[in-house]
């Protein structure tokens, strides 16, 4: 029994058609002139100019800048702050994926407060309070809605910088399953795995508490439920909320106890050899699984995981079984055919140890642990059930 201080939620509006809320969500938060961030896959989806015209019919003032990059570096959110500085907005919305919203976080910060990304970088660094921020999640996956972090990289290296407040928590979260069903299947697939992982390495991070675990163990229920028709490219309406569920409810089990090795070995992936995130994530976490069973309190909630599980459809049920049967579902190339190099394992396991995110993983993981799991992601070896 840890002492531990929850985190607040944003307030969350949900269901279909829920983006309608969105004038009524800047006005509740104070605001006249938004800057409407996202990018142009969104925009190509008729997200955006839907947003921007039921803002412009309550006569909210709306700019749009659609330059998110995927994994936004610090000079995205310059770029982006140039032309919020053009704009002068007194509330930010973020559209999209984890990107657009962590552009629009980013771009927050450096707008209200000057300087650069890493002056942020961790929890609370913020002089000024953050203007208030609108969250719309296009994807399902990261749960970037309901953090008070932005997920900034680096310029040159890719060292992906958590740069929190609470300032930068979002007033509101609107949940609109109606904008999930414009993603690219690949993007559907990633997204998912990506939530999933956010579910189960939360549920068994050192800073987890009751309340966190509910969030976790709330998140996986929705998305155990959902994510196989995700995958196969056959998911319902209702399926989608789903997920949209799940991934709010992971996002929110992050804000309040972070995530573990499956993160920290997947960043230098992504880094170093232009994984996906979702894509990293995946590959690396039934290894993780695996290893953090030696610990016996994440063995218990894996195992109690597992009795959730309606059904493993194939699988030898049993957490890790599951999560492996997804992957084949999923059909995602292994490690060792993304173009990563076997010579490359030992530095990766290095900058791994270097990720803030590791260090709350359940098993402690040196650079030694590291490497093993690269080397059982990057040979496919054989697995043991939870
Ligand atoms: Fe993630």
Redo the contacts with the bound molecule.
């Keep these: 029994m840890e002492p531990f201080t929850t985190r607040p939620s944003p307030q969350l509006v949900g269901g279909p058609g829920s983006l309608a809320e969105l004038p009524s969500c800047v006005r509740k938060s104070g605001g006249q002139n938004v800057l409407l961030v996202t990018d142009q896959g969104v925009a190509a989806a008729g997200h955006t100019e839907r947003a921007a015209a039921l803002l412009e019919d309550a006569g909210i003032a709306c700019a749009v800048y659609d330059g998110t990059s995927e994994n936004p570096e610090e000079s995205d959110i310059l770029a982006a702050m140039e032309f919020a500085r053009r704009v002068g907005p007194d509330c930010f919305v973020g559209l999209g994926g984890?990107s657009s919203m962590d552009t629009a976080k980013g771009c927050n910060f450096l707008l209200t407060n000057g300087g650069a990304m890493s002056d942020y970088k961790g929890y609370g660094a913020a002089r000024t309070p953050l203007l208030p921020f609108i969250g719309i999640p296009t994807t399902a996956?990261?749960?970037s809605e309901c953090q008070s972090y932005a997920v900034i990289s680096r310029d040159r290296s890719h060292e992906k910088m958590a740069c929190g407040d609470p300032s930068a928590l979002a007033t509101y979260a609107i949940l609109d399953p109606d904008l999930t069903a414009s993603m690219p299947h690949r993007v559907a697939v990633l997204t998912a795995l990506?939530?999933l992982?956010?579910s189960l390495?939360t549920a068994v991070s050192t800073r987890r508490n009751s309340f966190s675990s509910a969030y976790s163990r709330e998140a996986f229920l929705h998305i155990s439920s959902a994510i196989e028709p995700v995958l196969r490219g056959e998911a319902s309406a209702i399926e989608r909320n789903g997920m949209l569920m799940g991934s709010a409810f992971a996002g929110l089990a992050?804000e309040n106890s972070m995530?573990g090795a499956a993160?920290a070995s997947?960043n230098p992936l992504t880094a170093s050899c232009g994984l996906a995130?979702?894509h990293a994530?995946a590959l690396m976490l039934p290894h993780v699984i695996g290893l953090n069973q030696e610990v016996p309190e994440a063995r218990e909630t894996y195992a109690h995981y597992g009795t959730l599980l309606s059904s493993c459809q194939g699988a030898d049920c049993g957490v890790r079984a599951w999560v492996e049967h997804l992957l084949t579902v999923a059909d995602l190339s292994p490690l060792a055919q993304c173009g990563v190099d076997p010579g490359l394992l030992a530095e990766l396991a290095e900058d791994a140890t270097r990720q803030w995110t590791g260090q709350f993983n359940p098993r402690s993981m040196k650079r030694e642990d590291f490497a093993v799991l690269y080397e059982n992601a990057f040979d496919g070896a054989a697995t043991q059930d939870t």
């Design positions: 984890g996956g990261t749960g990506d939530a992982a956010h390495e992050i995530l993160h997947a995130h979702g994530v």
